[in-house]
């Protein structure tokens, strides 16, 4: 074949291409890409059940002696936590005692929606993650996703039918707008080159101590309240406007199987 | 081969490395199953079918990835005929060195084009992708890609041969 030929075929291509993602853009293409996710939803869903045992196995045979070291500090903060609870049902009583006096109406109870995930981005350098609910189950763009302890992971950003996309916290391109829990200091949640996260935006004369919780500010769709991660670090540049504050997320996010999608 | 093979082989290995590869997690990062399915059957293409599945190879990892819809596609087909030509023009010696170098020039050029399609395609602001391409998974996935080729590559020169080449004997696997 000659290569003017080539090149003809190449630009007709590229031509087809431009089409489909301004059709795209245009949300025509959304029926064809609905039916085209059916298409993926069953494989995926029967490849990720059959991954996730298989990795569970693999990793309790290199956990064992971890699990034993957890086990230990676990039980100290088991303690710890006992104690918390019975503070925090002492207060949630005069809270609700007050509120009756004031009356305010009582906290909203979240409703929610849980996946379950059935496959991951393809490319190495994204976090987000596919799961197994979508348009039909009620699901919209930007609502807030935690874990099964109601740590936030991340956001919904692509949604079909049946399926939806989950944009990670620890994703190059996530930013959250959040605040920190004790000192009431707020900020930006941002990825820290693949290797943590870090809170961004806060002024050098801003106080955010190490441990604080920071949560997630009311965004998107939803209006829940949710925490991110645990403040690890705290670096002061004197000339520089903002503090380096790296932070831990609190989920796991290498272990999500099942997610809960808040609905408010 | 017929396109239909193809592209069911590349549809399979897209599903793989979506609900298996990317899942499993042992490593921070993993090879990219459908790049690499998609390199190693450019050889055995001609330069239109090549172009057919490009375009199905991005369609169908777009509907999975959260990169902007058409950008794997147009990176896809560039960085394919970009192997082709090298292929067909430059590196036309069939020795096992010809095939690394296009195999490291055509998943940089991949993952160029995609990070410039996807700043494009969204918009200006969004410079997060061009920084993958200095990101550490992203050299361990190119480094895990080139791993996994070059053992295809030795696979089908068994496959035709009957025997395992070295590394300086000559595999002619192209149509």
Same mark, same amino acid.
């Given at each position: ?55 569970? *196995? ?27 609870? &019975? ?23 979240? *409703?929610?929606?849980?996946?379950? $995930? ?55 391109? *996530? ?13 930006? $949640? ?17 106080? $955010? ?12 769709? *939803? ?24 932070? &831990? ?16 | 081969? =017929? ?88 590196? =036309? ?66 496959? =035709? ?15």
């Amino acid at each position: 074949m000659r290569p003017v030929k080539r090149k003809i075929k190449f630009f007709v291509a590229i031509i087809f291409i431009a089409a489909i993602i301004f059709l795209n853009n245009k949300n025509y293409l959304e029926p064809f890409k609905n039916k085209f996710s059916y298409f993926f939803y069953y494989p995926e869903t029967i490849i990720s059940k059959i991954t996730f045992s298989a990795r569970d *196995s693999l990793r309790l045979i290199f956990e064992i002696r971890k699990a034993y070291d957890d086990k230990i500090f676990l039980i100290d903060e088991n303690n710890k936590l006992r104690k918390q609870i &019975s503070d925090l049902k002492e207060a949630d009583n005069e809270n609700k005692i007050l509120r009756n006096i004031l009356n305010l109406p009582l906290a909203k109870e979240h *409703s929610f929606i849980d996946g379950t $995930v059935i496959g991951k981005d393809p490319y190495n350098f994204s976090d987000y993650l596919l799961i197994n609910r979508g348009s039909e189950a009620g699901i919209g763009k930007e609502m807030a996703v935690v874990d099964q302890s109601g740590f936030y992971i991340g956001r919904i950003i692509n949604v079909l039918s049946n399926t939806a996309g989950v944009l990670l916290v620890t994703d190059n391109r *996530s930013a959250i707008s959040a605040i920190d829990q004790n000192t009431r200091v707020r900020g930006l $949640v941002k990825n820290d080159r693949n290797i943590g996260l870090y809170f961004d935006m806060v002024l050098q004369d801003a106080e $955010v101590r190490v441990d604080d919780i920071i949560v997630s500010l009311p965004i998107g769709a *939803s209006a829940a309240v949710q925490p991110i991660a645990k403040v690890i670090s705290i670096e002061k540049y004197p000339n520089k406007t903002f503090q380096k504050i790296k932070l &831990s997320p609190l989920a796991d996010m290498k272990k999500i199987e099942k997610v809960f999608i808040l609905l408010d | 081969m =017929k396109i239909a093979h193809a592209v069911l082989i590349l549809i399979l290995s897209i599903v793989i490395q979506a609900s298996l590869v990317r899942l499993f997690d042992l490593f921070s990062f993993a090879p990219n199953l459908s790049l690499v399915a998609l390199f190693l059957l450019c050889y055995f293409l001609s330069f239109e079918k090549l172009l057919i599945l490009a375009i199905i190879a991005g369609i169908a990892i777009d509907l999975l990835s959260s990169v902007s819809f058409g950008s794997t596609s147009l990176a896809a087909m560039g960085a394919c005929s970009l192997s082709f030509y090298l292929r067909k023009n430059v590196l =036309k010696g069939g020795r096992i060195a010809d095939f690394f170098l296009n195999s490291l020039i055509t998943f940089f050029v991949f993952y160029f084009l995609l990070g410039q399609a996807d700043i494009f395609l969204k918009s200006s602001t969004d410079y997060a992708a061009i920084f993958n391409l200095i990101n550490i998974n992203l050299a361990g996935e190119i480094l895990f890609n080139l791993a996994l080729s070059a053992a295809a590559y030795y696979l089908a020169g068994y496959y =035709k041969s009957g025997k395992i080449y070295g590394f300086t004997r000559n595999i002619k696997i192209s149509p």
